[in-house]
């Protein structure tokens, strides 16, 4: 296919909306472009400019955490286009999220760039496998199954075996990492025990390979195919049919991989029936952050890229532009004592801030209430909910840190549950907002207008005093709200932005699954973690057993839980707080130990002995309290409590607990900011009930 015609065949990307979404508040259409190739550059430093200019021929970029990768590749892109090395519809750009090519998209727009296709492997080939199906394989294309469970749990009926819900899900993993393997049935067998791989749910190797060609059988009979199919078949077909893969070829003559560390041998394979031969290829990654190699991703395609790619240029970026020293400092330390492969040495641009702060708590409990009273003191100084996020290894943990926050009062959001744009109160308000842009008012400033549309759907300018399901909903439709006051702010008196304005940002938003910020703390685990970042990160739960986790047997494993903690540090821009719990449950065995990745790099025994003493117990401000407080005082509360209890007809524990009356009848605040310092004070319940509590300690002081 020529790149010449008019209406080419492979299908490119639609040209974007040119009010699309920008990683900051300001539409991109708002965002001055630069105005000549140079001015480009300038925006560089001296190696993100080498990675610019290094337009032909196969380039590898290895690039740390934190290092302006993305700025690097996109302004590479947008100065190849504006030299006329590249047509804008011959570059394809392909990276492993959603959200990761819509940023892409948007710096490209910001660059003054359309028309490059930048999309996740999967969006790519199902673009191009729609197109050829009806001409390749003839009808229209199979539908694509969202979820494999039913099809593996259909499979293991017909061979008899008895699954649970557990069991079905580690099958279908186990099905995944065969197929982005390149591991047929036939082969598995061989492959996982060669491999020492280890069976899932306690069935044997034999019978796991039965289940792969039961998998096969069912698909088939049902007329579905399965994410993995959609590469498989696709690469098939460049492979085999070549009119089909010319036609390809010809579209698409430079390639850019981001996050090639995560690529599989499936991934691989497709990129390589792309290229046909071809060394028009620029590859990004970062070794030290290889953490998915359960589904099958490798980086060796990384490590030994030069030596597949005869003189390919190497460029690596080490300028690290998100973290403090004291942040870059551990990261860097956490990968020197495991003796990384390829680690890359980062060097801090930012100014000095706070030390990484490391703490031991009793219990999971303590550890939990701890962390957020921590979050509700980081917020009191000004970090906003949003920029703090709770880290851990495993989901089951996220529960005892959603306990806590609520009890404190602070608002937070599990990243991992359901997808913003597929929540059904921001469906509803969408609906409702495209609906106003059509009869919109220029007359009426458009914050207000979705004030007003919105508060029809149950928004208030308040949020409600309950936590759960009414908060969440709350929290989402405000996150809209905020959304178009940063909208109106980038505007300008010749280009205010609009109710259509605030839909087309939404709409584009939706596609690239780029949700607006929910004020709220973010719990997620490590691996959720990845390509995100705030101001201040807790990483919690780092013992043994769980950092390594218990399942990490061998030697890899292991390697790769250490490489997992340092995606965890490098998450954190300023404040970074480090904890664990030695038991737990309360009055539990203290036979926890913190995580041998850190040591050498955690304060001796003795500073933890002095961290805990302070702390007379759960819901105190540990550096404050004795457990002596003012009778009196306390007693002042509780009947304010009680009040309070019977207005809003609640238990009183759901007002302030006892242990935070105790704590405030002792360290008797005297200012907003003493009283944000005590625990379970959070800044909801500051802003509910503060002045009121302030009043009572000082009439006791009277």
Excluded at 534 to 539: E, G, I, K, P, S
Excluded at 578 to 585: D, H, Q
Excluded at 650 to 668: C, H, Q, W
């Amino acid at each position: 296919m020529s790149t010449q015609t008019n209406t080419p065949a492979v299908p490119a990307m639609p040209t974007p909306s040119p009010r699309s979404s920008a990683p900051s508040s300001a539409p991109s259409s708002l965002v001055a472009a630069p105005t000549s190739p140079d001015a480009i550059l300038e925006a560089l430093d001296p190696e993100q400019r080498e990675v610019a200019l290094a337009l032909t021929g196969p380039v590898c970029v290895l690039a740390g955490a934190g290092t302006g990768k993305t700025r690097a590749i996109t302004h590479r892109i947008a100065y190849g286009v504006r030299t006329g090395v590249y047509k804008p519809t011959s570059v394809l750009a392909v990276t492993f999220t959603a959200r990761a090519a819509g940023e892409m998209r948007t710096r490209l727009r910001q660059l003054g760039v359309a028309g490059v296709q930048a999309r996740t492997f999967h969006a790519a080939a199902l673009r191009q496998l729609s197109y050829f199906w009806p001409r390749v394989i003839g009808g229209a294309p199979s539908r694509i199954m969202e979820y494999k469970a039913p099809a593996v749990a259909e499979a293991a009926r017909r061979l008899g075996m008895s699954v649970d819900r557990v069991a079905v899900r580690d099958l279908a993993s186990e099905i995944e990492w065969a197929k982005v393997s390149l591991v047929a049935p036939d082969d598995y067998e061989q492959r996982a025990s060669t491999e020492g791989r280890p069976a899932p749910a306690g069935y044997d190797l034999q019978t796991v390979a039965r289940l792969a060609t039961a998998y096969e059988d069912v698909k088939n009979e049902r007329g579905v195919i399965d994410f993995e199919d959609v590469l498989q078949i696709l690469a098939g077909i460049l492979a085999e049919n070549r009119a089909v893969a010319e036609e390809v070829r010809s579209q698409y003559r430079h390639f850019v991989v981001d996050e090639y560390q995560d690529v599989s041998p499936l991934q691989q394979f497709l990129l390589d029936q792309w290229l046909g031969g071809r060394k028009e290829l620029c590859v990004v990654g970062d070794p030290s952050q290889t953490i998915y190699s359960f589904t099958g991703a490798t980086p060796r395609y990384l490590l030994d890229f030069r030596r597949r790619f005869a003189g390919a240029q190497e460029i690596r970026l080490v300028r690290d532009y998100r973290s403090t020293p004291q942040v870059v400092h551990l990261a860097n330390e956490v990968l020197r004592r495991g003796r990384v492969s390829g680690a890359l040495e980062l060097r801090a641009q930012r100014p000095a801030g706070p030390p990484a702060s490391f703490t031991v708590y009793d219990d999971d409990e303590a550890e939990a209430a701890g962390i957020a009273a921590r979050a509700g003191r980081l917020i009191a100084q000004g970090v906003r909910p949003s920029e703090i996020a709770v880290l851990y290894r495993t989901n089951s943990q996220s529960e005892a840190f959603e306990a806590a926050l609520a009890d404190a009062g602070i608002g937070y959001q599990v990243r991992g549950g359901e997808r913003f744009f597929q929540r059904k109160e921001v469906r509803d308000a969408v609906v409702l907002l495209r609906g106003a842009a059509r009869s919109s008012d220029p007359d009426v400033p458009m914050p207000e207008q979705v004030r007003d549309v919105l508060t029809s759907a149950g928004w208030s300018d308040q949020p409600p005093a309950a936590r759960g399901a009414a908060r969440e909903r709350w929290d989402a439709m405000q996150a809209l709200v905020a959304l178009a006051d940063d909208l109106a702010a980038a505007g300008t008196p010749e280009a205010p932005a609009t109710m259509a304005t605030l839909v087309a940002e939404l709409e584009e938003r939706a596609s690239a699954q780029h949700a607006p910020t929910v004020e709220g703390v973010t719990l997620a685990s490590l691996h959720a973690a990845k390509g995100l970042e705030w101001d201040a990160v807790f990483l919690a739960g780092m013992s043994e057993g769980l950092m390594p986790i218990s399942l990490a047997e061998t030697d890899d494993a292991v390697a790769e839980e250490r490489r997992l903690l340092y995606v965890g540090v490098t998450r954190a821009r300023v404040h970074l707080e480090v904890s664990f719990a030695r038991s737990r449950n309360p009055g539990g065995r203290a036979g926890r130990k913190r995580t041998r990745f850190l040591d050498g790099l955690w304060p001796d025994d003795e500073a933890d002995r002095r961290a805990r003493a302070p702390r007379a117990r759960k819901g105190q401000a540990r550096e404050l309290l004795t457990g002596e407080h003012d009778q009196a005082l306390f007693d002042a509360l509780r009947e304010w409590r009680r009040g309070v209890a019977s207005e809003t007809d609640k238990p009183a524990f759901t007002v302030l607990s006892d242990a935070t009356l105790a704590a405030i009848a002792e360290v008797r605040p005297t200012s907003t900011a003493q009283l944000a310092r005590v625990n379970g004070i959070g800044p909801a319940k500051i802003d509910r009930y503060g002045a009121t509590i302030l009043e009572i300690v000082a009439q006791a002081a009277g």
